[in-house]
């Protein structure tokens, strides 16, 4: 088991890697694919919200909103609900280069997965989902 979880952290690496490599030309960093891509998809998401939804510390999410909303990506707006919580969303410039952006997520894949069969494919996602599925569960119970 160990060796799985340490190409797991590799392939992770690597993506990180490419990731910001590909970025960089939108003026984005490696992390960043992950929050406008949850914030796009859950307009209006709280950040405790997103620190859930993306397993990273509420510190990190605060750091990440701050540049992303500096350079244009998000805006922050008060709740209805709740004036001292804000919520993320898109801005105009996000959502023109959110295929650009999914593009790059989808060519690392297809780069990392093309020498297998589709049948590997769908066992391989199948059995990643179980794993995360129980990792979501540990970080959830904790």
């Not at 590909?22 to 490696?30: F, M, V």
Request: with cysteine; net charge negative; charged share 30%.
């Amino acid at each position: 088991m160990p060796d799985l979880m340490h190409h797991i952290t590799d392939i992770a690496r690597c993506a990180a890697l490419y990731r910001q490599e590909e970025l960089a030309a939108l003026n984005l960093k490696s992390c960043h694919a992950s929050y406008l891509d949850t914030i796009c998809s859950c307009p209006g998401i709280t950040q405790d919200q997103l620190a859930r939804r993306i397993f990273i510390n509420k510190s990190n999410v605060a750091r990440q909103v701050v540049i992303l909303e500096e350079d244009g990506f998000i805006i922050r707006k008060p709740s209805e609900a709740d004036k001292r919580v804000m919520e993320l969303y898109p801005t105009e410039k996000t959502l023109e280069l959110m295929p650009q952006i999914s593009q790059v997520l989808k060519s690392w894949e297809t780069r990392i997965a093309d020498s297998l069969t589709e049948e590997e494919r769908q066992s391989l996602s199948d059995l990643l989902a179980k794993m995360k599925d129980r990792a979501t569960e540990y970080m959830e119970d904790h």
